[in-house]
C-alpha cells in the first residue's frame, strides 16, 4: 500500500476566543496545496480512501486534494490525525483500510514529522514536514509495527517553481 502524509496548507492565524481547529486555509494555503496536489496527480496518485483531521483546515485541503485528484469517495475524518495525536494510533486506522493500494492521510504538525519516522521504522529520523507537503511511503506488512520505504517527499516550494 502507498500511504500518502498531506499536511495542511497554510492557514489562518488564530484569534482571541477562536478554537485553534476553526482555522481556516487562506488563499496562499490553496493556492500551494492545489499546486503540490497536480503534481502528485501527474505522479499518478489516485487514492483508495483519503482520511482527515476535523480540523477545518485539514478538511479544506482534504476538499482541494479530492477534486484535484479526482476522488470520488467520501472523506473521512478520523481524530487519530488531530495535531497532538500519536503515530499508533493512525497505524491502527491505516490497518482498518489496508483493503486500499493507496490512501491520502491529511493532517497536522507535530503528528507527521513523528508519524513519518513511526512509518520508516526511524525513531531517530527528523523531518520538516512544512505546511502543504506531501510525502509517499511504501508499507507492504501490518504487523503491530510498520517497516515502510520513503518512496518521495515534495515540498510547496518545489511543487509551484517555475522553470
Known amino acids: 500500500m502507498d500511504v500518502f502524509l498531506l499536511r495542511h496548507g497554510v492557514a489562518e492565524n488564530g484569534r482571541p476566543g477562536m478554537p485553534d481547529a476553526e482555522r481556516e486555509l487562506t488563499v496562499e494555503g490553496r493556492k500551494k496545496t492545489r499546486e503540490v496536489m497536480k503534481l502528485a496527480q501527474w505522479a499518478g496518485v489516485k487514492p483508495d480512501y483519503i482520511l482527515s483531521s476535523p480540523y477545518a483546515r485539514a478538511l479544506q485541503t482534504a476538499e482541494i486534494a479530492a477534486e484535484v485528484l479526482g476522488y470520488k469517495g467520501e472523506l473521512l475524518h478520523t481524530q487519530a ?6 503515530p499508533e494510533l493512525v497505524w491502527d486506522e491505516l490497518r482498518v483500510h489496508r483493503d486500499g493500494g493507496q490512501l491520502l492521510l491529511v493532517g497536522h504538525e507535530p503528528l507527521f ?11 531517530s529520523l527528523r523531518v520538516d514536514f512544512k505546511k502543504g507537503a506531501l510525502m509517499r511511503i511504501e508499507v507492504d506488512q501490518f504487523g503491530p509495527r ?5 518512496r518521495w517527499f515534495i515540498a510547496p516550494k518545489v511543487a509551484g517553481a517555475k522553470g
Open 113 to 123: 514529522s513523528h508519524l513519518s519516522s513511526y512509518l520508516l521504522d526511524a525513531p
Open 146 to 150: 510498520p517497516r515502510g520505504v520513503l
Open 81 to 86: 490525525l488531530v495535531p497532538d495525536s500519536r
